[in-house]
């Protein structure tokens, strides 16, 4: 197999990294894997590499939903099956590639939003919302800001008052929160679409004497370690899940896919939502 990771921008992807490498020893799967710092292009040259070595399979995490439909053709004109893992691409063509294993973004923007909506549910007063974004472009980014934005649609006391990109890591949650917290001192929330840059957020809270979870309240997705802690001590005040651990099914469809046999085109990783008393509980036991 020749996996193309996107980079190891966050404690998701790090965590997912690990699963891939240790289920492809414990399957007997050889595995051939770069890490592609987050950039498209060193994506695709690493699957144009793996075509090349004429790998049995081919699974990649798309950094960003478009661009693939070239190279994704080259596989298929060399016979090689590709997997979709964690992000999936916009390519209108599905004979681009096997299956998509992976998370349902939008479903995970509506979970956090319902939980702002119970929250406020007994509030007439304005909530004023600050959104750090994923990576542009890509599909976690677009789909958490939509299924966000539904499920908040049918209140008008929500306002995003600031949206902007902190590409997934904690640097760049730091740098957007203290530009926003200048821009709009009032912020009643942050809704941040991964914990590291949720963490990087109450840095800058911090700094700026402001209470995490309190004066300021944040949402966050994933539930990796760091966020489940902060989210244990109430600086977090609710975590949608994103599994990273999608290691053990990959092997198992790539196998399959090397057999022969037929696979769903779509695999959806199950995940849940953590409150702070949820984390304590869950936390002795979390793998990641
Ligand atoms: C989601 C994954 C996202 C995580 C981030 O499946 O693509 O990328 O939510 C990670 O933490 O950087």
């Given at each position: 197999?020749?996996?193309?990771?996107?980079?190891?921008?966050s404690g998701w992807?790090?965590a997912?990294?690990?699963?891939?490498?240790?289920?492809?020893?414990?399957?007997?799967?050889?595995?051939?894997?770069?890490?592609?710092?987050?950039?498209?292009?060193?994506?695709?040259?690493?699957?144009?590499?793996?075509?090349?070595?004429?790998?049995?399979?081919?699974?990649?995490?798309?950094?960003?939903?478009?661009?693939?439909?070239?190279?994704?053709?080259?596989?298929?004109?060399?016979?090689?099956?590709?997997?979709?893992?964690?992000?999936?691409?916009?390519?209108?063509?599905?004979?681009?590639?096997?299956?998509?294993?992976?998370?349902?973004?939008?479903?995970?923007?509506?979970?956090?939003?319902?939980?702002?909506?119970?929250?406020?549910?007994?509030?007439?007063?304005?909530?004023?919302?600050?959104?750090?974004?994923?990576?542009?472009?890509?599909?976690?980014?677009?789909?958490?800001?939509?299924?966000?934005?539904?499920?908040?649609?049918?209140?008008?006391?929500?306002?995003?008052?600031?949206?902007?990109?902190?590409?997934?890591?904690r640097?760049?949650?730091?740098?957007?929160?203290?530009?926003?917290?200048?821009?709009?001192?009032?912020?009643?929330?942050?809704?941040?679409?991964n914990d590291d840059?949720g963490l990087g957020?109450i840095e800058?809270?911090?700094?700026?004497?402001?209470?995490p979870g309190?004066?300021?309240?944040i949402?966050t997705?994933d539930a990796v370690k760091d966020g489940m802690t902060a989210l244990s001590e109430g600086k977090i005040n609710y975590i949608?899940e994103?599994?990273?651990?999608?290691?053990?099914?990959?092997?198992?469809?790539?196998?399959?896919?090397?057999?022969?046999?037929?696979?769903?085109?779509?695999?959806?990783?199950?995940?849940?939502?953590f409150t702070p008393e949820q984390a304590k509980e869950a936390l002795p036991n979390r793998q990641y």
């Amino acid at each position: 197999m020749g996996f193309a990771q996107v980079g190891a921008e966050s404690g998701w992807r790090t965590a997912n990294t690990k699963s891939i490498q240790d289920s492809a020893k414990e399957a007997g799967v050889t595995l051939k894997f770069s890490d592609a710092q987050q950039k498209q292009e060193n994506q695709i040259k690493a699957i144009r590499s793996y075509i090349q070595q004429k790998v049995d399979v081919i699974a990649f995490s798309p950094v960003v939903e478009s661009g693939w439909d070239t190279v994704l053709n080259e596989a298929k004109q060399a016979n090689i099956p590709v997997v979709l893992t964690d992000r999936a691409v916009d390519s209108s063509d599905e004979s681009l590639y096997v299956t998509f294993l992976g998370s349902d973004f939008v479903e995970e923007g509506k979970k956090a939003g319902e939980w702002v909506a119970k929250e406020y549910t007994d509030s007439s007063d304005p909530v004023k919302i600050a959104q750090i974004e994923g990576t542009t472009g890509s599909a976690p980014a677009i789909d958490r800001a939509e299924g966000f934005k539904t499920a908040l649609a049918g209140d008008s006391k929500f306002e995003v008052v600031a949206s902007q990109t902190g590409d997934f890591t904690r640097a760049g949650g730091k740098q957007v929160m203290e530009a926003m917290l200048k821009s709009n001192p009032d912020i009643n929330l942050v809704y941040a679409h991964n914990d590291d840059m949720g963490l990087g957020a109450i840095e800058a809270m911090e700094a700026a004497g402001k209470v995490p979870g309190q004066d300021i309240k944040i949402v966050t997705v994933d539930a990796v370690k760091d966020g489940m802690t902060a989210l244990s001590e109430g600086k977090i005040n609710y975590i949608v899940e994103c599994s990273p651990i999608l290691g053990p099914q990959l092997m198992d469809v790539a196998q399959k896919v090397k057999a022969g046999e037929s696979v769903p085109k779509r695999i959806l990783t199950e995940e849940t939502t953590f409150t702070p008393e949820q984390a304590k509980e869950a936390l002795p036991n979390r793998q990641y």
